[in-house]
């Protein structure tokens, strides 16, 4: 703890921010229809797209990622047709939820939780039906999944009417994610996990397919729609207030996250997931996600060692960690180590000494 002021955040989100990222929050404040803010959107727009890997847009949502589930569901789905989502885990399944409750006529293609999403069910699904839109998280945050994205998209984009909506809330930055080359149509994500920002904004990377579906769509609201957002996006601005503080710490943040490189970003989350697993194995423990579907950014481990984890977490708090507990219908039979962001191998060790003294205790 030498040298730390505050309970370190380890958990799956909000996930802890370096000081000078939280001190670019405390900038004097500028009117959002003001010069200063078109210029301060229109560098955060050109960052945003390399970050995504995208030549189209990047909206700027002041939500969380569920925010955008709302939009994708209003904007590219149309009325008379049907969405399928790929579901397996918490928030995949809550994904669907979000559709139905948008009034959109939903199939799920349910997998278990701790297995990924393969292209041959993606296939054999559309073989079978037509959809106008196929749902898929990227990286299941309740469970450390991550299902192929690349492959996924490839056939999808074989069904020309079909759009491919990715929930990629704990994985870009963290999990490789090549937008446009993945043949991605919508990619969205939360301030709060792997940009390491404070929560309460959300970013959508969205194609020209997704433009020409929401025209076709009569009701799509008004606060997540994309067509405003677009019209808005013309004159470097949002159509509502947003937030301009985090919009400071980000602009900041992708400048350090582009200087360290993506490909070297994604290759630190990929060493930090193996020592984690390493650690986790050679401790007794099993991994929750099936082999070779393990994120980057999460992991999950089940509790065969049958520890307390609200002992665990409150032995760790001493030392200045917050630690997860398990999510959902697992809390307590698994837990998860976050290591995802600005989050450095050293740091991870850490943790792991710190787990191996409550193990041991």
């Keep these: 703890m030498s040298g730390v002021d505050h309970k370190r955040l380890m958990i799956p989100g909000p996930i802890e921010i370096r000081k000078e990222i939280l001190e670019a929050q405390s900038q004097w404040m500028i009117g959002h229809r003001s010069g200063e803010f078109k210029k301060l959107f229109s560098e955060l727009q050109a960052k945003l797209k390399q970050a995504f890997l995208t030549e189209n847009r990047v909206y700027v949502s002041t939500s969380s990622g569920s925010g955008l589930w709302e939009a994708t569901s209003r904007c590219c789905v149309r009325d008379d047709r049907k969405v399928l989502h790929l579901t397996n885990g918490a928030f995949s399944n ?3 939820d979000v559709s139905r409750a948008n ?3 939903v199939d799920v293609l349910s997998v278990n939780w701790g297995e990924g999403v393969t292209p041959d069910l993606v296939e054999d699904a559309l073989k079978n039906d037509h959809y ?3 749902c898929l998280v990227h990286s ?3 469970t450390g999944v991550v299902s192929p994205v690349k492959e996924i998209g490839e056939v999808i984009s074989r069904y020309e009417d079909t759009l491919f909506l990715l929930d990629t809330v704990s994985g870009v930055l963290g999990a490789e994610l090549r937008t446009d080359d ?6 969205l994500t939360s301030s709060q996990k792997a940009f390491a920002l404070s929560p309460g904004m959300a970013f959508g990377a969205v194609s020209d397919r997704v433009l020409a579906r929401a025209e076709q769509i009569e ?6 729609d994309f067509l405003t957002l677009e019209k808005n996006l013309a004159k470097d601005n949002t159509p509502t207030t947003p937030p301009i503080s985090i919009m400071f710490a980000a602009n ?7 200087a360290e490189g993506l490909e070297n970003r994604w290759a630190r989350h990929l060493q930090m997931r193996d020592r984690t697993i390493e650690w986790a194995q050679d401790r007794g423990f099993e991994l929750y996600a099936a082999e070779g579907f393990r994120s980057p950014t999460v992991t999950c481990i089940k509790n065969t060692l049958g520890i307390d984890v609200f002992e665990m977490e409150a032995f760790m708090a001493e030392k200045g960690f917050a630690m997860d507990k398990g999510y959902g219908k697992i809390k307590g039979e698994t837990f998860r180590i976050a290591h995802m962001g600005d989050m450095q191998p050293e740091t991870l060790e850490e943790v792991l000494a710190g787990l191996d003294e409550f193990i041991g205790k």
């Design 182 to 187: 993945w043949k991605v149509d919508v990619a």
């Design 94 to 96: 809550r994904w669907a």
């Design 103 to 105: 009034g959109k006529q």
């Design 252 to 258: 900041q943040q992708l400048d350090d996250v582009l």
């Design 132 to 134: 106008d839109a196929v």
């Design 140 to 142: 299941e945050t309740s």
């Design 219 to 224: 009701f799509r609201g008004y606060y997540f």
